[in-house]
């Protein structure tokens, strides 16, 4: 009976050596965990297995919780009440709104990013380094020189926030040049009555002196000969500013409407933009989910080397005391194949950790295939524990 489920264990482990598009790591994986049920030597490995499970299910789960579902990035605003200018402002403020968030969900998955980078350097540091270490101690007693160090972290190169950031600015009303340019019109209109008045009234257009209330009087008296024959100052003075303020307001409204008609084409522009620059951005943040994962993936696959390089060590440390071996020609065959098995995965450890991870924020094809090429050499390894 222990035979057929060794056997059965073993046709799992080849399986998923050989399909590796089929979950290499999570069916050798699973084979290990089932070995918890056999004899304690294999407990010894099983456990490690489970708890790396453990820790690959709390980081999953944590992604989960992370993951940003998407908004949409489109710069929709209710119904607005109000004139033209109005509407655009609001329009602006709603693309305004929408570039902040996207920043600022960019901003976040970055600090995930180094928080999982801190993390793992952390490990690498603690855990892994101590390990590695005593493997090349070892590997130097029996006189094998010559292994790369390990690499302190893999390089990650990530996008700054703040590049290409877009800045939104608020419109324009246009009431200010507005009023200017009503107010010179209105100006220009009142100094027309007055020369149109002085050439009716035989005066002079450019006084010699400060105009009084008589000059006054006949200037507007001779305007007011446009309504009737008699003139009557009063009137003449009313058409003078009423016509002078009439056509000020008329440029005045006409310069409103088109610094609206104006804002509305560049609110739109502007919303476009947003849109744009939000679709950008959330490509960005497919892309650093991804190099976060595959960090997530390298750490539980860097774990199971970890695992493995403390077994052997041990199995090394045994046959250096046993055999009474200083050299690696007086070390047993079994044992010679051990460092063997230690150097493999010292010199594969170290280049998938001196590969760099990322650049610009996009993960490296170089840096996968270093994974994929991790995981066959582990994977290898643990299906020769159970053959």
Excluded at 91 to 113: G, M, P, Y
Excluded at 319 to 344: C, G, P, W, Y
Aim: hydrophobic letters at 40%; charged letters at 30%.
């Amino acid at each position: 009976m222990m035979e057929k489920e060794v056997g059965k264990k073993e046709e799992e482990v080849a399986e998923a050596t050989e399909n590796p598009e089929k979950g290499t790591e999570e069916a050798a994986s699973e084979a290990v965990s089932k070995e918890a049920e056999t004899p304690a030597p294999e407990k010894v490995e099983a456990g490690a297995e489970e708890q790396s499970g453990a820790n690959s299910d709390s980081e999953e789960k944590a992604v989960e919780s992370e993951n940003f579902e998407p908004a949409g990035c489109e710069v929709i605003i209710p119904p607005a009440e109000g004139d033209r200018h109005t509407r655009a402002q609001k329009q602006v403020e709603a693309a305004r709104s929408l570039v902040e968030n996207a920043d600022s969900e960019i901003e976040t998955c970055l600090e995930n990013i180094r928080r999982d980078l801190e993390a793992f350097e952390q490990y690498e540091e603690t855990a892994l380094k101590p390990v590695v270490d005593e493997s090349r101690r070892l590997l130097a007693e029996v006189g094998v020189e010559g292994l790369p160090p390990l690499p302190e972290a893999t390089a990650v190169d990530l996008e700054a926030p703040d590049k290409e950031r877009l800045e939104i600015r608020d419109l324009s009303s246009g009431k200010g040049m507005a009023f200017f340019w009503g107010l010179v019109v209105t100006l220009a209109a009142l100094a027309g009555w007055w020369v149109y008045g002085a050439q009716k009234a035989g005066l002079p257009i450019l006084p010699t002196k400060v105009p009084g209330l008589e000059i006054l009087e006949k200037i507007s008296g001779a305007i007011s000969l446009l309504l009737g024959p008699a003139e009557n100052a009063p009137v003449g003075a009313a058409i003078a500013i009423v016509s002078s303020l009439v056509l000020g307001g008329l440029v005045y409204w006409i310069l409103l409407s088109m610094r609206a008609v104006k804002n509305e084409k560049v609110a739109q522009e502007i919303a476009q933009e947003a849109g744009f620059y939000c679709r950008k951005k959330e490509e960005c943040k497919e892309k650093m989910a991804q190099v976060r994962e595959h960090l997530k993936e390298l750490k539980r696959t860097v774990q199971k080397y970890q695992v493995l390089l403390d077994e052997k060590n041990a199995a090394l440390r045994r046959a250096i005391f046993i055999e009474q071996a200083d050299s690696l020609e007086k070390l047993h065959a079994k044992s010679r194949q051990t460092v063997e098995e230690i150097r493999e995965l010292l010199q594969q450890l170290e280049r998938t950790l001196g590969t760099p991870m990322a650049r610009e924020g996009m993960l490296t094809a170089e840096s996968v295939e270093a994974l994929r090429q991790a995981k066959r050499v582990v994977n290898d390894h643990i299906l020769h524990l159970y053959n």
